[in-house]
């Protein structure tokens, strides 16, 4: 005989339990490290929640400082942060995790939520390994 909410109970206990996870870019924080492309940091923290390329500099524009400091990657965002990131594009929320990339394509900082502790991101778990690049036969 089966029971009505016993499949309920299950899908709600496999929900607890996936939440229990901590999130790939949490764990693997520590990993980041300037000088990383864009293809090695989505290989450590997977693909980003969102993200953010600054437009070109109008030339006619009034010289004005801003806060961009080039592309953007957050990972965590919220529907709070994509509200924020709606009304101000180009800074950078502070709940989210950061990580940005300079003029030649590399890390050039990052950053972790504000909320986080230092203890979320201390034992990283292991990611695939790249595949081996291929090694060129000697001539001969």
Same mark, same amino acid.
């Given at each position: 005989?089966? &029971? @009505?909410?016993?499949?309920?109970?299950?899908?709600?206990?496999?929900?607890?339990?996936?939440?229990?996870?901590? @999130? &790939?870019?949490?764990?693997?924080?520590?990993?980041?490290?300037? $000088?990383?492309? &864009?293809?090695?940091?989505?290989?450590?923290?997977?693909?980003?929640?969102?993200?953010?390329? /600054?437009?070109?500099? !109008?030339?006619?524009?009034?010289?004005?400082?801003?806060?961009?400091?080039?592309?953007?990657?957050?990972? $965590?965002?919220?529907?709070?942060?994509?509200?924020?990131?709606?009304?101000? @594009?180009?800074?950078?929320?502070?709940?989210?995790?950061?990580?940005?990339?300079?003029? !030649?394509?590399?890390?050039?900082?990052?950053?972790? %939520?504000?909320?986080?502790?230092?203890? &979320?991101?201390?034992?990283?778990?292991?990611? /695939?390994?790249?595949?081996? %690049?291929?090694? /060129?036969?000697?001539?001969?």
């Amino acid at each position: 005989m089966k &029971r @009505p909410g016993a499949g309920m109970a299950l899908a709600a206990a496999a929900l607890v339990l996936a939440g229990c996870e901590s @999130p &790939r870019y949490e764990t693997n924080w520590n990993r980041i490290h300037a $000088g990383m492309t &864009r293809a090695e940091v989505e290989s450590v923290l997977g693909q980003p929640s969102s993200t953010y390329v /600054p437009p070109p500099p !109008d030339p006619n524009a009034e010289r004005r400082r801003s806060s961009a400091r080039g592309e953007r990657w957050q990972y $965590g965002d919220t529907l709070s942060s994509f509200g924020t990131r709606a009304m101000f @594009p180009d800074e950078a929320d502070e709940r989210a995790w950061c990580v940005f990339f300079g003029p !030649d394509g590399t890390v050039n900082g990052f950053r972790p %939520a504000s909320w986080a502790t230092n203890a &979320r991101s201390k034992d990283p778990v292991d990611v /695939p390994a790249q595949p081996p %690049a291929a090694v /060129p036969a000697p001539a001969r």
